[in-house]
Every structure is written in structure tokens, then in C-alpha cells.
């Protein structure tokens, strides 16, 4: 299973970015799926988090800025991140569990400046 994860850039505080993970190659069957971020000199922290029936959990740092969504037929999850700050800068990851096995996207950067 391959990950690759897009929409990172830069932004400046208060705005929008939407990150997008697609999943290919051998896939059994998706279960949950997640979005992590590691901000410099810190550990990798959970962001947010769907199964594959929809249901969702949120970090306390970003409920009711972000939404987590997956496309189940296209194996495509998506980090919908709005009025952004600049405590959310990191590199954000993807990981999906397909198969009991958890695979991980190489992470896309999310500047957010003040």
C-alpha cells in the first residue's frame, strides 16, 4: 500500500488549507484512517481520525477548526483545515490500517505564519 499525501503549503494565520491522501496498490481493505503532524522538536501527535464507517475523533486542538472526510470507492481521505494557526505548522501524515498493518504517507509541510 502507497500513501501519498498533497495540499500542504503556506499560509498565513486565519486562513484555509485542505490536505488530501490517497491510497494505492494492494489494498485489502481500508479501516480507519488518520492524519498526524509532527511540529518541529516535537513527537507526532494524532490530528484527527475516521473509520470506515464515517465515524470521527478530533484532537482538542483543532475540533471545530478541521474536518476529517473519506472517499471510500476512490480510497481517499482529506484534512480540511480552516482559520489555521500558526501553532498548526508541521509536516502532517497520513496513515491508513488496511490488513491489520498500518502504512504511512511521507507527510506534507503546513507553514502557518503569524
Known amino acids: 500500500v502507497q500513501l501519498q499525501a498533497s495540499g500542504g503549503g503556506s499560509v498565513q494565520a486565519g486562513g484555509s488549507l485542505r490536505l488530501s491522501c490517497a491510497a494505492s496498490g494492494n489494498i485489502f481493505s481500508i479501516a480507519d484512517m488518520a492524519w498526524y503532524r509532527q511540529a518541529p522538536g516535537k513527537q507526532r501527535e494524532l490530528v484527527a481520525a475516521?473509520?470506515?464507517?464515517?465515524?470521527?475523533n478530533y484532537s482538542d486542538s483543532v475540533k471545530g477548526r478541521f474536518t476529517i472526510s473519506r472517499d471510500n470507492i476512490k480510497n481517499t481521505m482529506y484534512l480540511q483545515m480552516n482559520s489555521l494557526k500558526p501553532e498548526d505548522t508541521g509536516v502532517y501524515y497520513c496513515k491508513v490500517v488496511s490488513g491489520y498493518l498500518d502504512y504511512w504517507g511521507k507527510g506534507t509541510l503546513v507553514t502557518v505564519s503569524s
Open positions: 475516521i473509520g470506515r464507517g464515517g465515524a470521527t
